[in-house]
């Protein structure tokens, strides 16, 4: 291994020509507190925990007493210093192991554990190795048991982690939505044999069969017949073979197909049943094709059998002999549709080669709890699926292999689905594919890579006093611009490509290199130029008709939501002519009628219906989109008697609003407004954090809020809950089934700036229920655009 902190001296015949950046691969590894190991018969898979410090942005309100508030900053931001947890997982070859353990031993500082949590068949094998390099005893856990709790975790926390593998589609990898119940599933480890457990709970799996006829048979079996000794080498010739020159099919026995049993007649009867009549020489690609068909259909054969046996519809693949492989993939995937006649599919996992060391991790960390928690995946810092990404260079080796990095970051807050979804599986908050679409694609692409110049010049310019603020925007420019190019090559890197993940991406990027909130001044500025219109605004509201005051309260919704950072089109506006505001963007706005509008029956029920009992508002932008836009709409709900709660951002993301931004924001407006000032006295009137730090919504991975008092239980709900959900929607449906007992309002206009004319697209959720009787009607629809429409360009106006 190359030094760069390391050693360089010899350690017996073990690989040391990689390099190996310590600020890349083995990240934080000063602050790393727990370990555990997992060794297979090649991989080596290393976990550990660490504490990460990193900055955040706060904001406190000024003492304004006394003082010329005009000329004032609204609040005073600050940027300070927090501890988070987070774990690092990490992948290589054995040849790598001596090495690597030398690696982490010079880099150990502050590690507290005694002892490293050991699984799998290596974990003997190497037990004195790694007790004299890092001087920790090993505990050798349970490898079944490790795989189901790694998997139970992956399953829980990460959105994108199952996929179906589809050699001849478009799009190879067919990522699944999670159900929020994981359980029951049945786990299919593919090692040196095959093991098939079921898994009925976090604790309780059991056993029920296998083979002896597994990887060890294919690598065995194939090193007699091709005296190819690599199990990867192995595979690359069976992926160039024809197994129809080995294999006799039925055509063979039968001229064609068996009609009477359904037989095609490319179906093989005999595996290397050529073999026995032909006079003459196989090649080893072929052989190895044979040998590959001929075990996967016999696991898939296996596997449907018990699967059905035991009512289970869910099957889930893993072991070294699938290891992310599109050959294995394609083989256990047809040998499953063939058995279970399409009911059932194939499943794999993009972390499955984790499975072993993050149980091993777990049981180490029992005493902290970690499944307390929700962990998210870390763009920043993590490898894609069947990726090397390209921060990870330069990564010069002489022998094949990868590192592969996952990382995950603790949550502020557990995550859970929206409990009033009519059925989480099938809720899709990204309707707008971008793995599947090429052409969308590479133009969501090209959008985020022409506007990465912008976004670092706004983060080096929100750190001033920094001295090396440039130097860390340039990293994040450079990061960012290596994911979207892996991303380019690789879309299913990360899971289904969304404008939503490309935003996540983004966002975590920028944390890496300290950039907690790059528009927090922005925001500070346009919130205070708003909150000095908002008496006006008001004022010239309070002086229309009723109807025509609706009409104007919902354009300015609209046409607030235009500030919006994140659209490109909108910032060349907003730093070009910065008198550009509210009024501006209200004549720009599309005429009516919008491409979905349904503005009239809205209008109808307000005059008609009873007020709505509770209305749950989720804010977006910072300045006149809440202050001019969302405002004057919360106080004309709460003259009619309904009670609000509006929810925003727990953290930053782009120019959202931030809960604690709200808080002094709101506070402003009451001193300047009796009916939000009685409805905060009153607490008709609720401010609540979403537990989300990202510019997109989704409904599976929201924060709870209980809010016992304000809206009416509903029948069979021992307790109301009020689940406060991420702010923001760029990308995707929020089909949701009724709704019970309140209004929930999901506000998102996407705006474009086309030839001076906004396109606003709007999106709400509204129950009539006042009473608690039931759930009224639902309304929910958002069209997201595709190429070649810009995004946003379709006018949606949704209320009942």
Known sequence: ???????????????????????????????????????????????????????????????????????????????????????????????????????????????ETKVIKA????????????????????????????????????????????????????????????HPNIFPYLLVNIGSGVSIVKVETEDKFEWIGGSSIGGGTFWGLGALLTK??????????????????????????????????????????????????????FSKEDMAKSLLHMISNDI???????????????????GFFIRGHPVTMRTITYSINFFSKGEVQALFLRHEGYLGAIGAFLKGAEQDNPNQYSWGENYAGSSGLMSTSPDVYPMQRTRSGTFDMLEMDRLERPLVNLPLLKDPSTYIPDTVD??????????WLTCFEEALDGVAKRAAASQPDSLDAQERAE????????????????????????????????????????????????????????????????ESLDSLGWEERQFALVKGLLAGNVFDWGAKAVSDVLESEPQ???????????????????????????????????????????????????????????????????????????????????????????????????????????????????????????????????C???????????????ATLHTGNCFCSPIRTCLVWIYRPVTLLRSYSFWPFFVAFCVQDTAGSGAGSVMADVRSCRWPKPPGIEASFHLI
């Open 1 to 111: 291994m190359a030094e760069r902190g390391g050693r360089g001296s010899g350690h017996g015949s073990l690989d040391k020509s990689i390099t190996l950046p310590p600020d890349e691969i083995f990240r934080n590894l000063e602050n790393a507190k727990r370990f555990a190991i997992d060794i297979g018969g090649s991989l080596t898979k290393l976990a550990y925990y660490s504490t990460v410090q990193h900055k955040v942005a706060r904001v406190r309100s000024f003492d304004h007493s006394g003082k010329d508030i005009d000329n004032e900053p609204l609040y005073e931001i600050s940027v300070q210093e927090e501890i988070t947890a987070r774990l690092h997982f990490i992948k290589f070859e054995n040849t790598y192991i001596e090495t690597c353990l030398d690696f982490i031993k010079d880099h150990l500082v502050n590690t």
């Open 119 to 178: 699984t799998g068949g290596g974990a003997y094998k190497f037990k004195d190795l790694i007790e004299k390099k890092l001087g920790l005893k090993v505990d050798k856990e349970d490898v079944m048991t490790c795989l189901i709790k790694g998997c139970n975790f992956v399953l829980r926390n990460i959105p994108h982690e199952v996929f179906a593998y589809q050699k001849d589609s478009d799009t190879e990898f067919r990522f699944q939505t999670n």
């Open 228 to 281: 190819t000794k690599k199990f990867d080498e192995l595979l690359q010739l069976a992926s160039k073979g024809q197994h129809t020159n080995v294999d006799m099919l039925v055509k063979d026995v039968y001229g064609g197909a068996y009609q009477s049993l359904g037989l095609s007649g490319n179906l093989i009867a005999s595996s290397f049943g050529k073999s026995t009549t032909a006079d003459k020489e």
């Open 300 to 318: 898939g054969q296996l596997a449907c059998l018990y699967a059905k046996l035991h009512n289970l519809d869910k099957i889930y693949f893993g």
């Open 434 to 443: 971008l793995t599947d679409d090429a052409m969308a694609r590479k133009y």
């Open 475 to 538: 990293k994040f420019r450079q990061k960012y611009w290596n994911k979207l190019q892996t991303l380019r090559q690789q879309p299913f890197a990360y899971g289904t490509l969304t404008v939503r993940s490309l935003l996540d991406t983004r966002e975590h990027c920028l944390n890496e290199f300290n950039f907690p909130d790059p528009y927090s001044k922005v925001k500070q500025k346009e919130n205070g130029i708003a909150l000095k219109c908002f008496q006006s605004v008001i």
């Open 580 to 710: 550009f505001g509210f009024e501006e963007a209200k004549s720009k706005l599309q005429e009516r009628p919008w491409l979905e509008d349904s503005y009239s029956q809205w209008l109808e029920r307000l005059k008609e219906g009873p007020p709505h009992k509770c209305a749950l508002i989720f804010a977006d932008n910072s300045g006149i989109d809440i202050i001019l836009g969302v405002f004057p709409f919360v106080r004309e709900l709460l003259s009619r008697g309904t009670e609000v709660i509006l929810a925003c951002n727990s953290g930053p993301a782009l120019n959202d609003v931030t809960y604690s931004e709200s808080l002094i924001v709101t506070e402003r407006i009451a001193a300047m407004d009796p009916v939000i000032h009685s409805a905060l006295r009153d607490e008709k009137l609720l401010l609540v954090q979403t537990g989300s730090s990202s510019p997109c919504l989704d409904l599976r991975y929201v924060g709870k809020v209980p809010l016992c008092g304000l």
């Open 712 to 726: 009416p239980t509903a029948a069979g709900w021992p307790k109301v809950w009020l689940w406060s959900i991420p």
